[in-house]
């Protein structure tokens, strides 16, 4: 009977979680190394126009969406009710100060040991103060002060959505989004005119614009198209990705475009992406429900996403600088096998480190 019992229980907290989001979450954290990883190519003035910079490129700009739908995926669960049940105070102890150490050490750890000794870039007071108000400690770090800021609002965000249902949340998201994708847009356009006003997000303010993908998660959450409709969402957004990819490939050719439609996280055509994929994805997913051991193995890969995406960047810095890969960064080959080298260790690394006490709460 207990066994019985226990096989239910089991069998009950599978099917009622989102496993959508675990896939989404995996998926994503690769996508983001294999950003890091094909940039290098992409950046490379004697492969430009060639097959293997149009193959880098696809790589690259084809995952560019990833970002925001970590937000998305973020604001689909944080922005529940439930999380907010207890109060604004319970809710930052749980998430904000949990997230503290790893905001604090990971920050630290790429100043010194990445940029200072693996780098051999000379610090200073006035570089390093620089680099924390521009909260860009290194490439990719400027995501922890996006995570906090949209943490430290999203109290006041659940407040005003909760009585307000579905319809409140998509137009609460779609202003947001309309405002971000359109100041972006504005700025590029401008640039293009001759009357560039670039903008600048620092420390504080890097979540802002990111707060319509965030609400966009919540207000999307239970949008699971099927049959023609989820056929034509998954087929648009594989068609917007593919635009954006040629976009970026013809872009001397497309100035216009390019100033109207910029490809970055806040672009019209990644904002048209990310909510495809966020749509699309929980609705190819909507029915699965993986076994025991396979879902265990899941939720072990999307616990373990925010460690990858933290440590990937030093994993890549020294496999890139090591043999085979050292000297053939210009060849798809080895730079596809460096992105699986970098995404399984980072993974093993990750899962294995989560197992000691202290070491798992910077992960």
């Given at each position: 009977m207990t066994n019985d019992t226990s096989i239910a229980s089991g069998v009950s907290a599978r099917s009622s979680r989102r496993w959508s989001y675990d896939v989404l979450r995996v998926i994503s954290i690769v996508g983001v190394v294999a950003i890091h990883t094909f940039a290098g190519m992409v950046s490379n003035p004697d492969l430009q126009g060639s097959a293997r910079w149009w193959y880098a490129t696809a790589m690259d700009i084809g995952f560019i969406w990833v970002v925001p739908v970590f937000v998305m995926l973020s604001g689909a669960l944080l922005l529940a009710p439930r999380q907010h049940a207890e109060g604004p105070a319970s809710f930052?102890?749980?998430?904000?100060?949990?997230?503290?150490?790893?905001?604090?050490?990971?920050?630290?750890?790429?100043?010194?040991?990445?940029?200072?000794?693996?780098?051999?870039?000379?610090?200073?007071?006035?570089?390093?103060?620089?680099?924390?108000?521009?909260?860009?400690?290194?490439?990719?770090?400027?995501?922890?002060?996006?995570?906090?800021?949209?943490?430290?609002?999203?109290?006041?965000?659940?407040?005003?959505?909760?009585?307000?249902?579905?319809?409140?949340?998509?137009?609460?998201?779609?202003?947001?989004?309309?405002?971000?994708?359109?100041?972006?847009?504005?700025?590029?356009?401008?640039?293009?005119?001759?009357?560039?006003?670039?903008?600048t997000l620092l420390a504080f303010t890097q979540w802002l614009p990111y707060a319509g993908y965030f609400v966009a998660g919540w207000a999307l959450r239970d949008l699971r198209p099927r049959g023609a409709k989820l056929a034509a969402a998954t087929v648009l957004t594989a068609a917007v990705i593919a635009l954006l990819v040629w976009q970026y490939g013809t872009r001397p050719a497309h100035p216009l475009l390019d100033a109207l439609a910029p490809i970055s996280y806040l672009g019209p055509l990644v904002a048209l992406a990310a909510v495809g994929v966020f749509v699309s994805g929980n609705g190819l997913l909507s029915a699965f429900v993986p076994g025991r051991r396979i879902g265990a193995a899941l939720r072990e890969l999307s616990d373990a996403s925010f460690g990858v995406f933290l440590m990937h960047f030093v994993i890549l810095i020294l496999l890139r600088q090591a043999p085979p890969f050292a000297g053939a960064l210009d060849s798809p080959v080895m730079v596809t096998l460096l992105w699986i080298a970098t995404v399984v260790i980072s993974f093993g690394a990750t899962i294995l480190l989560r197992r000691v006490p202290v070491v798992r709460r910077v992960l």
């Open positions: 930052y102890r749980r998430r904000l100060l949990r997230l503290a150490p790893a905001f604090v050490f990971w920050q630290i750890f790429y100043i010194v040991v990445v940029f200072g000794w693996i780098s051999g870039q000379t610090l200073t007071v006035a570089g390093v103060a620089t680099s924390i108000l521009d909260g860009r400690t290194y490439t990719h770090l400027y995501f922890l002060w996006l995570i906090v800021g949209l943490y430290a609002v999203a109290p006041v965000l659940a407040a005003f959505l909760s009585d307000g249902g579905q319809k409140r949340a998509l137009l609460f998201a779609g202003a947001l989004l309309a405002v971000a994708v359109a100041t972006w847009s504005a700025s590029s356009l401008l640039g293009y005119a001759g009357h560039p006003r670039p903008l």
